[in-house]
């Protein structure tokens, strides 16, 4: 049997995915699951990459007890963070998680010296401080005199794997350092930060085949035969590959940790409109971009879960959150402030209370005041996605954990008066498989692919209902734009 496998590793968790194609039916099933984290080291939160490399090794061992022998594997993370490998091939250090607080004026000081119109025209890139260009700006200068080379994280972990080194476009493209119009690395911005062209492995397109995992992991590990192919190794061009989506009026939300909503398009669109409402160009496989926001996510809810030391289920939380009136704050989720605060509820609370909301109390009022609020920050998106690309938005795919949350599908639906399709919920395996078996031509392309996961999974649909949220849509959009001058 030709089994493939995703290795999926996102900012909380990471697994491993086994998938194969029965009876025209996609199959998927989860092997593994570890833990991830960052932890503070030497003044910085830093990721334990070597922990990452042992559990993708003990996921195959298990994967080996199953009699299976022979297998495909591709591995997709988070993007932004990179790993400085020395000339004796070794990494020089753990690599600094894009959460960590070195990175919080970089924007503002790199952007002096180069305007951001100039850095957008080159890149189509979101301006997020935590973007792997502003952490190579801050990065130690004698780390990087040392550098060889310099990795995104899936790509670190396909070379330790198999001895080979590659840089993949889809999470490349996010460090805000490729130019749209050349393919490569822009040399201006690498001269800003220090680094050079041949510092990056070569550039590939999703599909490409990396090699065999190498000997010495066999000797160590009873796993099988093991091919890795370089997926679409962020974790969101995968997602938007096992997104089901068909026609042309289409959008996606990807809705885990973080929400990513956007529009696949066959050419880049970083005019002045884009750059304006801060939409990114993202690279994706097959000669797409992932025209996109990049919104604060489920990050707050996973924090609070932890922070109520984890006595309520997620399904346990949103049975609660039911229960109380949604709207009753307004929040902009995508304040820096969530980003990583010591303690997100008391985060989540002090906004309110700075701007004059009403402050949530109770387990189910901060998760109303979440969900609720990211909802309208959905149908915001919504809205000005449609402007930017001059066509309206007939359905939203959401994909991933947020799939499950029906109370957020239905007032996202409902304010924004758009149909949504919720599912799958493991769209990033599913998308990184799917690349697996169109390399190894067991899928003709991902057309067919889509077509297959639509007939694979039951997915949930939202209609509209009477929208007598229209008004608070407008009060929240209103609110955001007052907010926006007083930062300003």
């Known amino acids: ?134 952490q190579l700006f801050t990065e130690d200068r004698e780390k990087l005199a040392q550098t060889d080379r310099i990795m995104m ?40 930060v220090n680094v050079y062209q041949n510092q990056f492995p070569r ?42 989506g068909k026609g042309e009026n289409w959008a996606f939300l990807s809705s885990g940790t973080w929400s990513l909503l956007g529009a696949e398009l066959n050419t880049p669109e970083n005019g002045l409109a884009a750059f304006k409402e801060n939409y990114t160009n993202e690279w994706g496989a097959y000669g797409t971009y992932r025209f996109l926001k990049n919104i604060m996510g489920l990050w707050m809810a996973q924090c609070i879960k932890h922070e109520y030391h984890d006595k309520y289920s997620f399904a346990q939380l949103a049975d609660l959150a039911v229960k109380e009136a949604p709207f009753q704050q307004f929040i902009d989720v995508n304040d820096d402030r969530f980003i990583n605060p010591k303690n997100m509820l008391q985060a989540l609370q002090d906004y309110c209370r700075e701007h004059q909301q009403k402050i949530p109390q109770t387990p189910g009022e901060v998760m109303m005041a979440i969900y609720s609020n990211l909802s309208l920050f959905y149908a915001n998106e919504l809205q000005k996605l449609a402007q930017i690309l001059g066509h309206p938005i007939e359905t939203l795919n959401i994909v991933g954990g947020g799939s499950n949350v029906a109370l957020m599908n239905q007032l996202t639906s409902t304010l924004s008066g758009v149909q949504v399709i919720a599912g799958p919920s493991e769209a990033t395996a599913i998308g990184n498989i799917l690349v697996q078996m169109i390399t190894t031509n067991q899928l003709p392309n991902i057309e067919a692919g889509r077509q297959l996961i639509a007939k694979s999974f039951n997915l949930k649909i939202y209609q509209p209902e009477s929208n007598h949220y229209a008004k608070t849509l407008k009060a929240y959009q209103a609110y955001l734009a007052e907010s926006s001058e007083g930062d300003d």
């Open 1 to 134: 049997m030709r089994a493939y496998v995703a290795v999926d590793i996102g900012a909380s968790s990471g697994r491993l995915m086994l998938a194969n194609i029965e009876n025209q039916h996609f199959k998927l099933k989860e092997v593994h699951r570890f833990k991830n984290g960052f932890r503070a080291e030497d003044g910085h939160d830093r990721w334990d990459v070597d922990h990452l490399v042992k559990e993708i090794l003990v996921g195959l061992e298990k994967i080996k007890r199953m009699h299976i022998r022979d297998v495909r594997l591709g591995i997709d993370t988070w993007a932004v963070d990179y790993v400085l490998v020395g000339n004796n091939g070794q990494k020089l250090c753990d690599p600094v998680s894009y959460r960590d607080k070195r990175t919080e004026n970089a924007v503002k000081v790199l952007t002096s010296e180069l305007p951001r119109e100039y850095i957008y025209e080159k890149t189509g890139i979101q301006f997020q401080n935590f973007n792997t260009l502003y």
């Open 153 to 192: 994280m899936p790509d670190y972990l396909g070379y330790v794997l198999t001895g080979n080194a590659v840089t993949e476009v889809t999470n490349a493209s996010t460090t805000q350092m490729l130019n749209l119009r050349e393919g490569l690395f822009d040399k201006d911005l690498l001269h800003k």
């Open 203 to 244: 550039l590939v397109e999703s599909g490409t085949v990396l090699g065999n995992i190498s000997h010495k992991w066999h000797l160590k590990y009873d796993i099988p035969e093991t091919e890795v192919i370089t997926v679409a190794t962020h974790d969101t061009a995968s997602a938007v590959l096992g997104t089901p």
